[in-house]
């Protein structure tokens, strides 16, 4: 697939990026980036040039259009707001996964995370050992409260239960995206279940033994558009985070 295909994708995603005055992250910041990828399906086939041939052999297995334009177009956008904190062009990014599916950028001093919710899709990146960041469309389009035995550690549990009903799946949707954030930054995902995490008032919590040498994270709220809930956990000395939320690509 020619890389010449990709210059319309390239050239409104680089208009978008100016028009919100995207700059990378500074040092002991991070830096995150939304948007929807539905206004952009028109650019999945020219996006997917972007995509080595490990996210390109995904994004086919994907059995409906809609899951696969976002996969294509997120992918696409994360290379090249990547591309654009590193110098390179999107194509070369070295992105790549762990064993246990936390990405990685060979040979840098940067780390990166991604998520999506229905269409919408959050970038995160900073120069440090990791990030994590997790998104979800609210409310909720599964009950969460019949997973509030995975989700709460038993203080969680008994906070939860002094609230009021109407307030439980409001409340266990914010728990679910911080815990899903730290474990992201930790590299270990749903492979640790999210009670045995603990999320005190700092929230700065250790990474289980399953981490390695993961550093301690705290975990942050995302300041969202109305409809999503989101969250970001990076090592202690990642102290900020600027949001840049993208608009539709020009006509």
Not at 94 to 114: E, H, N, W
Not at 194 to 211: E, G, H, I
Not at 215 to 242: D, Y
């Amino acid at each position: 697939m020619s890389a010449t295909l990709s210059q319309g994708f390239t050239q409104s995603a680089g208009d978008v990026l100016d028009r919100c005055d995207f700059e990378p992250p500074a040092a002991g910041e991070a830096c995150v980036v939304l948007f929807d990828s539905a206004p952009w399906s028109y650019f999945s086939e020219e996006a997917c040039a972007l995509l080595d041939h490990r996210e390109r052999e995904r994004a086919v297995r994907f059995r409906h259009a809609r899951d696969r334009d976002t996969y294509v177009l997120a992918h696409a956008m994360w290379r090249h707001v990547l591309g654009l904190t590193l110098r390179l062009e999107g194509a070369r990014v070295p992105l790549s996964t762990s064993r246990s599916g936390q990405p990685i950028l060979t040979d840098t001093s940067y780390a990166t995370s991604l998520s999506h919710s229905g269409t919408q899709v959050a970038i995160a990146i900073t120069e440090a050992a990791t990030i994590g960041v997790d998104i979800e469309l609210s409310p909720p389009r599964a009950a969460l409260r019949d997973l509030a035995d995975v989700l709460c550690s038993t203080d969680e549990a008994a906070t939860l239960a002094l609230l009021p009903p109407a307030e439980h799946e409001a409340w266990l949707l914010t728990l679910w995206t911080r815990k899903e954030a730290l474990l992201k930054a930790f590299g270990v995902g749903l492979k640790e279940a999210p009670s045995s995490m603990s999320l005190n008032a700092t929230n700065v919590v250790a990474p289980p033994a399953s981490a390695g040498n993961a550093p301690a994270c705290r975990v942050h709220l995302l300041q969202l558009p109305p409809g999503l809930v989101g969250a970001w956990a990076a090592p202690v000395h990642v102290a900020g985070c600027s949001s840049y939320v993208l608009g539709s690509p020009p006509p």
